[in-house]
């Protein structure tokens, strides 16, 4: 089997893709082409030309009458005759390329005398002129598969004007769906199907109804109307177009699907441009929205002119993001679940980011049991931590790691014992990514290189939710005012406005909580959903200080950069006043070792705006004869931490002891050859110094594991509080009044 032919015509609109759909134009060798009713047709498309993408025509391009029949060329001239107007004329007019954009299926007027007796020449010389425009295709740039049946079968000599698919084309569809899904998976999961036939799968009310309904008209239906529909929603086709009764009409109808679910097919008739019926001269407009959305436009000719207006909402966008989120999107394995719960709790100061996931009633939708399941997150800032599964007894579940983090991405994959299959499964997913979260923009921007001022969370759907609920727990007292539903699809980079409309009034704010709630009633696959909120600008809009304060914090790191100049007059007090408070702490018995050893490393940052995070502005180490060049961004490293959350952080790294600043700790650039930090205790430094804008950092380390320091595993031992504490006050004097001094200022008020 061949691959059906893929046409590349691009779109003139990119929100949106407009068919014009005509039918029965009933040409005979005596129609003038320049006619009323045809000029009329052209300038109408002329007028609509800005618009239309393609150009469809179902059935019944001439009229096969008797006399063109008993002319020996009669049917020709009118198969040309029609040719020429399609192409020269109304293709001309609607500004598209025939080649790619006009596609044409016969009517039983165009094999049978008639439209009754089948006739072996017609059927010939149809062929020869319009059989390029009768295959199937892939618009890609379109974002349709747009598919051709003829249902003229020869099945008896004469016919009515009744119609049959043939069993054979139903099956060559089947094959063609199946190849396409295989060869262009994205497409096909995101593509309007659109299938072009001349008789009517369904009946149509409105002509069995009136009094003057003509004879015999349960002829006129496709015979295998069943048979066609089932193997229509097998292959989910979204929209069938017809002809043939001369009346334009419209239905929607749902069918149920081997996958215990509902597929509705519009199928959409046109009236005739070339012979009037039971209505007026005709045809469609049918224009699908980037978000699937289908709406029809019936124009009409009235006196001389086509008059529009009269529209139809075939399918809402509601309706249409529905039917889209029952498709499997690639060869992904892919489950779906009942109901997908998120919870994402904000840790103050820190602002890590606590995952706690539920899937209830997973069930695999491929055939084959999912055993793995490969994945890459994304995070400019924050480090991800492990994650663990919670799954009932006989269900083992576990997440392992690919490698190391890669320009902000890791990959992993999930691995399920047994194979989860078509059993529902029920399943929970903890994990933490460690400074996630930011509390005002410059904080984000420096943990981002510059690339993003605003802060959100957001969920991938990759699989099937019937219902996905995300909720987002703030810091008491940072929760934000506003908040905002951004969603994007990644094939695309671009923004679903129309889905952030739907969701806008499902975000809900709970301030009493400091929490905001996202409900998603079927998301659809493969889209990012995010909850984004605005951040104030920096820490003196944060904390709302006033100039006198601003200054002073401003000059306090202005003094503390100076120390990395070489001829600095401040670096000798400086560094005096570093090693005053080495010795002061080593004096201390707490902090002395129980074998002499009085390693202990002091660490001075201040911060660089320019630079966008801590830079080293002094260091006593007997390790470390130079600054290390390195910028330490926001939330990264012990100090890192400490800084961004306003708070002490400690490490203590020995065995079967593990504190909060372990999942933060790193070596530092350019000294990795030195054993690692068995004891870090880092202080931000601020002004003002209980609650001010952040300046920079200091840091007590050791690499001993019989060092002092290791005394600080806070909340282990009542003394190791009392320990904690007074280092804490020690520290904080010497800044306000030592290093104050050093730097030329007055004491800092503490």
């Known amino acids: 089997m061949t691959l059906l032919p893929t046409a590349q015509p691009l779109p003139k609109h990119k929100d949106r893709v407009v068919i014009a759909h005509i039918s029965d134009l009933h040409f005979t060798a ?70 790619r954009c006009l596609m044409v299926v016969p009517g039983n007027h165009d094999f049978r005398i008639t439209g009754l007796i089948w006739k072996k020449s017609q059927f010939d010389l149809f ?91 349960e002829f006129m239906l496709l015979k295998n109307a069943g048979q ?29 699907t081997s996958e215990g679910m509902a597929h509705s097919i519009a199928i959409v008739g046109a009236g005739s441009v070339g012979r009037a019926g039971d ?57 779906r679940v009942d109901k997908y719960l998120r919870v994402d709790t904000i840790c103050a100061g820190s602002g890590d980011a606590v995952v706690d996931e539920t899937f ?14 490969p994945r890459t997150v994304k995070s400019r800032s924050g480090v991800f931590g492990e994650w663990v599964y919670e799954t009932p007894d006989g269900h083992k579940i576990e997440w392992k790691w690919d490698g190391p983090p890669t320009d902000g991405n890791r990959r992993g994959r999930t691995t399920l014992d047994p194979p989860l299959g078509k059993d529902p499964l029920t399943f929970s997913r903890h994990g933490t990514t460690f400074n996630a979260i930011h509390f005002n923009q410059k904080d984000r921007l420096d943990s981002t290189d510059q690339k993003d001022k605003e802060e959100w969370t957001y969920m991938n759907t990759r699989h099937i939710y019937d219902i996905a609920v995300l909720q987002v727990n703030f810091p008491r007292d940072s929760f934000p005012k506003d908040f905002r539903v951004e969603v994007t699809r990644p094939d695309e980079k671009t923004r679903d406005y129309q889905e952030e409309e739907f969701l806008r009034h499902r975000l ?38 006033d100039a006198v304060d601003q200054g002073l914090a401003a000059n306090i790191v202005r003094k503390l950069l100076s120390l990395r100049e070489p001829e600095s007059p401040l670096r000798e007090p400086v560094q005096k006043a570093l090693a005053h408070l080495r010795d002061t ?20 940052f201040a911060y660089d705006a320019q630079a966008g995070g801590l830079v080293f502005v002094a260091i006593l180490s007997e390790h470390i004869n130079q600054l290390p060049s390195c910028v330490i961004k926001p939330g990264r490293y012990v100090v890192g931490q400490a800084f961004r959350r306003r708070e ?103």
């Open 30 to 99: 005596s129609t003038d082409r320049g006619g009323p009713i045809w000029k009329a047709l052209c300038e109408d498309f002329q007028r609509i030309s800005t618009d239309v993408d393609l150009l469809a025509v179902t059935g019944d391009v001439i009229d096969s009458s008797v006399p063109d029949n008993l002319g020996k060329n009669g049917v020709r001239n009118a198969l040309q005759k029609v040719r020429n107007y399609l192409l020269q004329d109304l293709c001309t007019a609607a500004a598209v390329d025939p080649s």
């Open 127 to 217: 062929h020869r002129e319009f059989g390029c425009y009768f295959s199937p295709r892939l618009f890609q740039n379109l974002g349709l598969s747009v598919f051709t049946f003829d249902s003229n079968s020869p099945d008896r000599p004469l016919n009515f004007a009744s119609g049959l698919v043939d069993k054979n084309d139903l099956i060559e569809h089947s094959g063609m769906v199946r190849e396409i899904t295989e060869n262009h998976p994205q497409f096909w999961s995101n593509c309007t199907r659109v299938v072009l036939i001349h008789h009517h799968p369904m009946p149509i009310a409105p002509t069995q109804h009136r009094e003057n309904a003509q004879a015999g008209e």
């Open 228 to 256: 066609f529909m089932e193997q229509m929603v097998k292959t989910k086709m979204d929209l069938v177009l017809h002809g043939h009764r001369h009346y334009p009409a419209y239905s929607r109808v749902s069918f149920p």
């Open 279 to 335: 209505d007026h001269l005709s045809y469609n407009v049918v224009t699908i929205s980037r978000s699937k959305e289908l709406r029809l436009e019936r124009r009409m000719l009235t006196g001389v002119t086509y008059d529009g207006g009269k529209f139809f909402v075939i399918s809402n966008y509601e309706e249409a993001r529905e039917k889209s989120c029952q498709t499997k999107h690639d060869g992904r394995p892919q489950f």
């Open 360 to 373: 209830y009633g997973a069930q695999s939708l491929s055939a084959d049991p999912i055993s793995e399941m």
């Open 508 to 545: 809900t704010r709970f301030p009493s909580t400091s929490s905001v709630v996202l409900t998603l009633p079927k998301p659809i696959p493969d889209c990012s959903y995010r909850i984004r909120w605005d951040l104030p600008a920096n820490d003196n809009e944060e904390l709302n200080l």
């Open 585 to 604: 702490i080593l004096s201390v018995p707490t902090y002395s070792s129980p074998v002499g050893d009085d390693q202990l490393e002091l660490e001075l």
């Open 648 to 750: 002490e952080v400690v490490l203590i790294n020995l065995p079967g002891v593990r504190t909060e600043g372990a999942a933060y700790y790193e070596p530092i650039p350019g000294t990795d050859h030195l054993p690692p930090h068995t004891a870090i205790f880092s202080l931000p430094l601020f002004y003002p110094i209980r609650k001010g804008a952040k300046v920079g950092a200091l840091a007590l380390c050791s690499r001993s594991d019989t060092s002092g320091l290791l005394c600080l595993h806070r909340g282990r031992l009542e003394k190791d509080r009392a320990a904690f504490d007074a280092l804490r006050v020690q520290l904080a004097v010497w800044y306000a009044e030592e290093l104050a001094e050093a730097l030329g200022l007055k004491p800092l008020a503490v």
